[in-house]
């Protein structure tokens, strides 16, 4: 199948899409790729859901009016594919792999109680986007798993495997967006994957509160900083940390414990530097949870072109960490082309979430397709 994946991370920095050629199982031809930025009103809006979400109304305006926007940047990202495709003689897509902004997630935590029940939230119209597109579109990819008591997340593991056939094993893929996650690839064809902590979510939050700006470009606010070690101290106690997996979480969950820490008092840049060695930390404590250290860890996300972070990371894993570009990866694309995978899955009625990445009591289908010219 040929497949047009979609991913909005929790950075809220725009849209990836990728041409892809999969089964579900394997992965043939990568086409091209490309990255729509979010204007800034649009990412404002999406940064202010966050905090309404836990009590906004499906048919809030506001929310109605975020959700056509992102939408018709995803189909203005689907009609850029489908331009590059067609001037590299690639045949059309069938299929739409459409992950939507992720704008609350409260899966079933240690701790809620019995009865408790898991809730995550996608904004995204699938029926716009199947008809502004003309294809069928797979969707609604997390809704199974967190309702059959998964943590809906992460879900890119299975595609992960896929694309990583050839590669030597034991290997770890760190995927490191707003919120950071690992998939852990045992030599077996064994699958272990889970949220490792905070990762770009607070670093571009301080950024945007010190700087004015959306990021911290080439981690110099970070590098001329020093790590507060009380504060990073007090966030290393987190109790999510030492959790055994399946875990997951919110791109939010954090910002009460960064006030508690302390982290507020202090200077933009170390505060920024604190917030990075707090981010390689995270990783480094995911690690003690892998039945066996990894040969090496591969980085996507826009995590790996902060230096600051790049070095945190080497300065606290005992193993190389590189970019995943060094296998011929599309780091930026690498979450695109892994919901084509899942759509392709989602197409075929293979599952896409297991008992080793998010806790599924068994291998589970996920995803809803519609198709298009509805």
């Known amino acids: 199948m040929r497949i047009v994946g979609l991913m909005s991370g929790t950075s809220l920095d725009g849209v990836d899409a990728a041409w892809v050629e999969t089964d579900g199982e394997r992965v043939g031809q990568l086409g091209p790729t490309v990255t729509l930025p979010y204007e800034p009103a649009l ?3 999406l940064r202010r859901l966050l905090e309404l979400a836990p009590g906004i109304a499906a048919e809030d305006p506001f929310l109605l009016d975020c959700t056509a926007r992102l939408t018709d940047r995803h189909a203005a990202a689907v009609a850029r594919i489908a331009l590059e495709a067609a001037r590299a003689g690639l045949p059309e897509a069938e299929l739409v792999g459409f992950h939507g902004q992720t704008i609350l997630h409260r899966p079933v935590r240690p701790g809620d109680g019995r009865n408790a029940r898991g809730y995550t939230w996608q904004i995204g119209d699938a029926r716009a986007l199947a008809q502004a597109t003309g294809l069928s579109v797979a969707y609604d990819f997390r809704t199974a798993d967190v309702a059959a008591g ?25 995927n490191l967006g707003g919120v950071g996650n690992v998939t852990w690839l045992g030599p077996e064809g064994e699958l272990l994957a889970f949220d490792t902590g905070p990762a770009n979510g607070p670093l571009d939050d301080w950024a945007k509160r010190s700087l004015g700006k959306d990021y911290d470009k080439n981690g110099h606010l970070a590098l001329a900083g020093q790590a507060d070690g009380a504060v990073l101290g007090r966030l290393m106690a987190h109790p999510y940390l030492a959790q055994k997996p399946p875990k997951s979480l919110d791109r939010l969950d954090f910002d009460r414990a960064l006030r508690e820490a302390g982290a507020q008092s202090l200077s933009p840049q170390d505060g920024a530097a604190t917030l990075v060695a707090f981010a390689a930390v995270c990783v480094a404590a995911a ?18 072109r902060n230096p600051a972070m790049m070095r945190a990371l080497a300065a606290t894993l005992s193993e190389p960490v590189r970019p995943v570009e060094v296998t011929g990866w599309n780091g930026d694309a690498l979450e695109a082309q892994c919901f084509a995978v899942l759509a392709a899955r989602t197409a075929r009625g293979l599952p896409i979430s297991f008992p080793g990445t998010t806790g599924a009591p068994r291998p589970l289908l996920g995803g809803q397709v519609l198709g298009g010219l509805l």
């Open 43 to 45: 990412r404002r809006d």
């Open 150 to 174: 998964g943590q809906g997340a992460p879900l890119v593991p299975v595609a992960h495997a896929a694309l990583a056939a050839g590669l030597p094993k034991p290997l770890a893929v760190l």
């Open 287 to 304: 690690a003690r949870h892998f039945p066996e250290p990894p040969l090496q860890w591969l980085v996507a996300g826009g995590g790996r």
